[in-house]
């Protein structure tokens, strides 16, 4: 499994409380933060590492004669990079199956969880081994990271401005 992780820092747990966050608000601001994770997902797989800012190792000799072989045997195997029947490209890219993007209560509060389960072996391709470099099928830019807080913000936003309204009506009513 590969995913990235959003934590709300400790020292604001206290605001949990106070904007009474639960699971409905943490699901809209999963599912508003993973709209950018997989628009840059699905142009990192299309430029093969290139647009996260570190390209991906190129194929070996060998892997690009077994893709070729395969090929002419029928099979749907591309050329390209990460990419030999498409599993790990549409896990990250695609809303479906393999996909993550959801919100949990952790040890230390509220977080958003965007990423894949699976396929079993895109581990490997992000950490590399004897025979296989490391080509991360996770590696976003400041730009990315910035979308993904914003679409945070725009999934929380609604709630915290109601909830403060609401305790504004109580300090006006007292």
Known sequence: MIRIRASINPRTVELESLFRLDAAVIADAARLADVPFRSAERTIFATEGQSGGAPWHPLAPATIARKRAARRRG?????KILHMTGRMRKAFGNL???????????????????????????????????????????????????????????????????????????????
């Open 75 to 79: 099979h749907p195997a591309s050329l």
């Open 96 to 174: 479906a199956g393999e996909h993550l993007a959801y919100g949990d209560r952790g040890p230390r509060g509220w977080r958003i969880v965007l990423g894949a389960s699976g396929p079993p072996y895109a581990v490997f391709h992000a950490q590399g081994g004897p025979r296989l470099p490391v080509r991360p099928p996770i590696n976003l830019t400041a730009a990315n990271v910035a979308d993904i807080r914003e679409g945070i913000a725009r999934g929380m936003a609604p709630h915290i401005a109601r909830r403060i309204r609401a305790i504004q009506a109580w300090r006006g009513s007292r």
